[in-house]
């Protein structure tokens, strides 16, 4: 338009254009000058569309003079400045009426945040599928995020007004993304009271943006600032609100995870026991065992119940849920107490037993944690979701695991069963090994090939042990080969998971866990026809052989893997010679390179102190 207006002659056609433009403009001004409430506000108004005319008036005297003239080079840098001004007027006047509370982008704001509201109580479309604690997570996120935002407006409003527009927009943002949440969890128990506080959140963050545009646009209006902090307060418990609600809505869930934490615990308490008793350093309170037997079978019995109510727990409401998930807890504390003064009350010569007594009893504490877990994951499910299935399956491994408990204890004292009794519970323990070992992640410690050859050797010292304890039909022997085997193919199976995840590929990931399973199905097998054959009092030696060797092939592919993890990493044997003779070499090289350094350092040595010393002389001698 400069260049226009600089070359072209100017005609009546561009002034009358730009005259038809005073006014609406007056108009305009005026009838929004009778929309705002504030005085203020109001001559600022006036103000800025009266600066605008005056320069867009001065822009046409100065168009008018210039004529299209290209040799009126002293009316040009006027004519910039002209447009320069009406420029930056219009700029102030735009954003002055954006920012206007009855008017703009906070009415857009406001109306964004009453359209999300709106949506609260509408049906969510198909989403994939996610659990009701992530959804939780997200609605604390967004509830958070409005509240940052919202204290965020108060101390910014003094120090940099300006950011408030954009405050403003992530509340609105923010705002929406927690409805759209809250619809989500819109199934799960206790979401209306989570509803209703989303809803008392819209208000107080409407006038919250309203009453920032304000501000922005006076921030010297005390009063307008004051509103603002207000307003803000109000957010801030209409959040509070908020968290209670989910707190409430999800007790259970956090009750379950709190359980399963403690239980965790008592199961490595329970672990430590046993390496105890192994060593033969268990504390004897001085009882007798059938002190504690009765309150072991009860305590048990009690935790069948427990059962039956998690599992109601997993479609009632959270509060149930709750109840169930802290009784439970309760119940199997008291159980592992009782179990480790019942293994105690045992004396030094029922070793095995004592670790087949706390062995059972850390089976039940790993059920009831599956269970507890299967039962959060199903909560507020239908029927037909693969979560109930799940707690079905919980509940049985649960079930038999106690009915596992209560046959060790009546038997802990029959030194006739104690054998049998111990390879039952080992079959039963190296079966849930495996189901945890084909269902859970790779989540374990990671491990080198070395310890999976550790493992493996485990694994074949415990088959010798069971062999021979097989061929001397002891009892003794057989649940202290019972117990070691249960305990090697614990750890052979946490090494497999931890040596797979160092593997190069996926080929040899599934090769290690698929040699593990293998080994544990071996071992397994071997144990369930000692039983059989105990039963009967007819142990044949061959059989027993046939099995051992199907464990050893087992054992040499878990050797195989364990070299073909080495395979992909720089791995040297420290005794070879021809690596201890590189080593040497390289140090050698190491220390000439060290020597070949210094020496380069070196220096002839000066001769000015000589020389200062003859001279020193010399004057001496005439003296002397």
């Known amino acids: 338009k400069q260049w226009y207006q600089r070359r072209v002659a100017i005609t009546a056609g561009n002034v009358v254009t730009m005259s038809l433009y005073f006014?609406?403009?007056?108009?305009?001004?005026?009838?929004?000058?009778?929309?705002?409430?504030?005085?203020?506000?109001?001559?600022?108004?006036?103000?800025?569309?009266?600066?605008?005319?005056?320069a867009m008036s001065d822009l046409l005297k100065t168009s008018k003079d210039c004529g299209g003239n290209p040799n009126a080079t002293t009316l040009h840098p006027r004519l910039e400045e002209n447009v320069e001004t009406v420029t930056e007027a219009i700029q102030d006047l735009r954003m002055t009426l954006e920012m206007a509370p009855e008017s703009g982008l906070s009415t857009s704001l406001i109306e964004s945040i009453h359209q999300s509201r709106g949506l609260l109580h509408e049906p969510v479309a198909d989403t994939v599928n996610v659990?009701?604690?992530?959804?939780?997570?997200?609605?604390?996120?967004?509830?958070?995020?409005?509240?940052?935002?919202?204290?965020?407006?108060?101390?910014?409003?003094?120090?940099?007004?300006?950011?408030?527009?954009?405050?403003?927009?992530?509340?609105?943002?923010?705002?929406?993304?927690?409805?759209?949440?809250?619809?989500?969890?819109?199934?799960?128990?206790?979401?209306?009271?989570?509803?209703?506080?989303?809803?008392?959140?819209?208000?107080?963050?409407?006038?919250l943006v309203r009453t920032s545009a304000v501000v922005q646009s006076n921030p010297k209006d005390t009063i307008s600032r004051r509103e603002l902090s207000?307003?803000?307060?109000?957010?801030?418990?209409?959040?509070?609100?908020?968290?209670q609600s989910l707190q409430n809505s999800s007790q259970g869930t956090a009750a379950c995870i709190e359980a399963v934490t403690v239980i965790h615990g008592i199961t490595g308490d329970l672990d430590t026991m046993a390496m105890f008793a192994r060593s033969g350093t268990l504390d004897n309170p001085g009882e007798p065992f059938s002190t504690h037997r009765e309150n072991i079978l009860g305590t048990a019995k009690k935790l069948v119940e427990n059962t039956k109510q998690l599992v109601a727990g997993a479609a009632s409401d959270q509060q149930q849920l709750k109840n169930a998930a802290i009784a439970?807890?309760?119940?199997?504390?008291?159980?592992?107490?009782?179990?480790?003064?019942?293994?105690?009350?045992?004396?030094?010569?029922?070793v095995e037993t004592q670790v087949m007594l706390l062995n059972a009893c850390m089976d039940v504490a790993k059920a009831l944690a599956n269970l507890i877990d299967s039962t959060k994951d199903a909560c507020g499910k239908t029927t037909d979701d693969p979560s109930m299935e799940q707690l079905k399956s919980s509940a049985k491994e649960m079930v038999q695991s106690v009915s596992s408990l209560l046959k060790t204890v009546k038997s802990a004292e029959d030194k006739a069963s104690r054998g049998t009794r111990a390879l039952e519970i080992t079959v039963d323990a190296v079966s849930n090994d495996i189901k945890i070992l084909d269902n859970a992640t790779l989540s374990a410690a990671p491990a080198t090939p070395e310890d999976l050859i550790r493992a493996a050797k485990e694994i074949t010292f415990a088959t010798t042990k069971a062999v021979s304890a097989g061929n001397t039909a002891k009892q003794d022997d057989i649940a202290a080969a019972g117990n070691m085997g249960r305990k090697a193919i614990n750890d052979?199976?946490?090494?497999?998971?931890?040596?797979?995840?160092?593997?190069?590929?996926?080929?040899?990931?599934?090769?290690?866990?698929?040699?593990?399973?293998?080994?544990?199905?071996?071992?397994?097998?071997?144990?369930?026809?000692?039983?059989?054959?105990?039963?009967?009092?007819?142990t044949d030696s061959n059989q027993l052989r046939e099995h051992s060797k199907k464990i050893a092939d087992c054992v040499t592919d878990l050797i195989e893997c364990a070299k073909e993890l080495k395979s992909g990493a720089d791995w040297v044997n420290p005794d070879d010679p021809n690596v201890i003779a590189e080593n040497e070499l390289l140090n050698a090289a190491a220390s000439i390179e060290a020597a070949a350094k210094k020496l380069s350092l070196l220096q002839p040595r000066k001769k000015t102190k000589k020389e200062k010393s003859t001279d020193c002389d010399s004057a001496l001698i005439p003296l002397l």
């Open 23 to 54: 006014e609406p403009l007056s108009r305009a001004t005026i009838g929004a000058a009778s929309k705002l409430t504030d005085m203020t506000r109001q001559q600022d108004l006036f103000s800025q569309a009266r600066t605008l005319m005056e």
């Open 131 to 207: 659990s009701v604690m992530t959804q939780h997570e997200a609605i604390l996120t967004n509830a958070r995020a409005v509240a940052r935002a919202s204290q965020d407006m108060v101390g910014k409003a003094s120090i940099n007004p300006d950011c408030l527009s954009n405050l403003a927009q992530t509340i609105s943002e923010q705002y929406g993304l927690l409805v759209e949440n809250v619809r989500k969890c819109a199934d799960s128990p206790g979401s209306e009271p989570l509803r209703d506080a989303t809803n008392q959140l819209a208000d107080p963050c409407s006038e």
């Open 230 to 243: 207000d307003h803000a307060k109000g957010v801030a418990q209409a959040v509070h609100h908020i968290v």
């Open 328 to 350: 439970a807890q309760g119940t199997i504390i008291g159980l592992a107490e009782a179990v480790k003064l019942g293994a105690g009350a045992l004396t030094l010569d029922d």
């Open 492 to 538: 052979m199976l946490a090494t497999c998971k931890g040596a797979a995840l160092n593997a190069d590929n996926e080929a040899l990931k599934i090769k290690v866990l698929q040699s593990g399973r293998s080994t544990s199905m071996a071992y397994r097998d071997m144990l369930e026809y000692m039983c059989e054959a105990l039963s009967a009092n007819n």
